[in-house]
């Protein structure tokens, strides 16, 4: 670990390096890639299992990593008591991330994040940039505490802000807004029931929707299938959008959120019914 930042005593972010060893896996990540981790060094692990963060920066020159994490239990906590200078044991799997090659040059790029989930949305911000696109970012934390971003969102395009408590920016939930943008792709990670709400927002629409899931994984790998997702088999990405009832079994098939994403279309995803 290069560096630590607390915003507050639930969020932090981590400055890490790697190796020149593994520049060849770190060159073929794409924005929307994740970090499998360990919460603390060998030598006083009390945890088995790792932690799943989403890269939030990427400098292969400089071969440092950028994680924004929050704490959400016994891992993410100790991870936040590491200091720098530790060694942490970093896992970084096979991926498939957000699809930027088909985001052409002008393209209007509309990034929906929630949460600790705008943090994979900063790296793609400045990647979709550096291809020629439009990008606008649309972000919503539920405190004003919470915001992080701003200042990376700028330097690559617009950002508007959205909070629950109304501290800063406009006052509700980023969903509420999604409508007021003209866009050619929406790409978006947060919450599931953020996503399941721009899924119902986005229904019938032909342009392409992606969404980067959240999920708990034990191996990260493909084998455990701890982190299944379901979605429909008879729905090709980037097509029309629906909300699909789990009764529809015949057209389900799953996918691991590890492996196989986390990045989906959000055509392919099936939400349980109310």
């Known amino acids: ?63 440092t990593v950028l994680l924004i994490v929050r704490v959400v239990g016994q891992g993410t906590e ?53 291809q020629g696109a439009r990008v606008t970012a649309l972000i919503g934390f539920r405190e004003s505490r919470d915001v992080f971003g701003l200042r990376t969102f700028e330097q690559w395009g617009d950002v508007h802000l959205v909070t629950e408590d109304g501290l800063s920016g406009k006052p509700g939930r980023v969903t509420e807004y999604v409508r007021d943008f003209s866009y050619d792709v929406l790409l978006s990670c947060g919450p599931e029931p953020m996503l399941k709400a721009l899924a ?25 299938r701890a982190c299944v997702v379901a979605v429909r088999s008879d729905v090709h990405a980037d097509t029309g959008h629906h909300m699909v009832s789990t009764d529809d079994a015949a057209r389900i098939q799953h996918r691991r959120v590890c492996h196989d994403g986390p990045v989906f279309s959000l055509s392919e995803l099936v939400w349980r019914a109310p």
């Open 1 to 63: 670990m290069l560096e630590k930042r607390l915003y507050h005593e639930q969020l932090f972010a981590l400055t890490l390096t790697y190796p020149p060893s593994m520049d060849a896996i770190m060159d073929a990540l794409q924005p929307g890639a994740f970090v499998h981790i360990l919460p603390s060094p060998s030598e006083s692990r009390q945890l088995f299992l790792r932690r799943p963060l989403s890269i939030a920066g990427l400098d292969r020159e400089k071969r």
């Open 78 to 130: 100790q991870l936040r008591e590491v200091q720098p200078g530790t060694v942490l044991d970093v896992y970084v799997p096979y991926t498939h991330g957000f699809p930027i090659h088909n985001v052409k040059n002008g393209a209007r790029a509309l990034l929906v994040g929630g949460g600790v989930g705008v943090a994979p949305l900063l790296w793609l911000a400045e990647t979709l940039h550096a």
């Open 200 to 224: 119902h927002i986005t229904a019938g629409d032909s342009r392409p929707h992606y969404a980067s899931l959240e999920a708990r994984m034990a191996c990260a790998s493909g084998v455990c």
